[in-house]
């Protein structure tokens, strides 16, 4: 997410699609790190996984469906090629 708010993958500018999509994969690796390796109990109940699986539904049918070609193949490119130093 910071390589694409720095604005070197996107010099036009973010689509919104795109922000939300991050955001909740930020979202959703935050939590699935707390269930592997926070040492309290995990706190989610059923109806809560199912709320995050759907908000992860929606980012992604949001992304594909409504965001620049442009931008999907960007961020394509950032996932697959290393940042380079």
Not at 1 to 19: C, K, Q, V, Y
Not at 50 to 78: C, Y
Request: charged share 30%; with cysteine.
């Amino acid at each position: 997410m910071n390589e694409i708010r720095s604005g070197r993958l996107f010099p036009t500018g973010l689509d919104e699609n795109l922000t939300a999509f991050c955001e909740t994969l930020e979202k959703l690796k935050q939590r699935r790190h707390e269930a592997d390796y926070d040492p309290t109990p995990l706190k989610l109940k059923r109806d809560d996984v199912g709320l995050l699986i759907g908000q992860a539904e929606t980012a992604i049918d949001d992304f594909l469906g409504q965001t620049s070609a442009d931008q999907r193949r960007a961020l394509a490119f950032a996932c697959i090629v290393p940042k380079r130093a």
